[in-house]
């Protein structure tokens, strides 16, 4: 198995597990944040989901998803769209909420294939590229791709932890 292989692989095991755990809860109980600074459900996968598009998008030189298939009007959130998600405070993780499954599901699964995709065709010479050279030491693209897919695992993680809370209270 290939470095690109085994990545996919990963990126499937993750999603997985972000859908046993939705398959477990109510819409309403994966809109819960269990305590302040335990994220929802919706917003792990929300979240997950656009890291993936918008790192991967970046990657191929092309828009995100979240804007190019205006997932940003399905969703319909009150954040700003260029917001730096991951600094979300607790007051701003709690307004990413949604009315169906299905919404979550559709951006995560498009999110993955557009990673997937890219994954299949890389060419794996290419992996020791740098290709970001705001930091110390300048990222290469392997660095990045493993970033994107450990962020992927450790959400998928906490959504399975989150909904055993939510289901437990």
């Not at 996919?8 to 993750?14: G, P």
């Not at 979240?47 to 191929?60: H, V």
């Not at 992927?152 to 959504?159: D, F, I, P, Y």
Request: hydrophobic residues 40%; proline residues 4%; aromatic residues 8%.
């Amino acid at each position: 198995m290939n470095n690109t292989q085994l990545s996919i692989e990963t990126l499937d095991r993750a999603q997985e597990r972000f859908l046993e755990t939705l398959d477990k809860v109510t819409i309403e109980e994966a809109n819960v944040m269990p305590e302040p600074l335990i994220k929802s459900i919706t917003w792990l996968i929300w979240y997950t989901a656009r890291m993936i598009d918008f790192q991967i998008s970046d990657l191929k030189n092309q828009s995100s998803l979240w804007i190019a298939d205006v997932w940003t009007d399905r969703f319909n959130l009150f954040l700003p769209d260029d917001t730096a998600d991951y600094k979300h405070t607790p007051e701003e993780a709690e307004q990413v909420k949604v009315a169906d499954k299905a919404l979550l599901v559709g951006y995560l699964d498009a999110s993955n294939q557009l990673a997937k995709a890219y994954l299949t065709n890389l060419d794996e010479a290419t992996l020791s590229e740098i290709i970001d050279e705001n930091y110390t030491p300048p990222v290469g693209r392997q660095a990045r791709i493993v970033s994107i897919i450990d962020d992927a695992v450790m959400h998928s993680g906490q959504a399975i932890y989150t909904g055993r809370m939510v289901i437990g209270k």
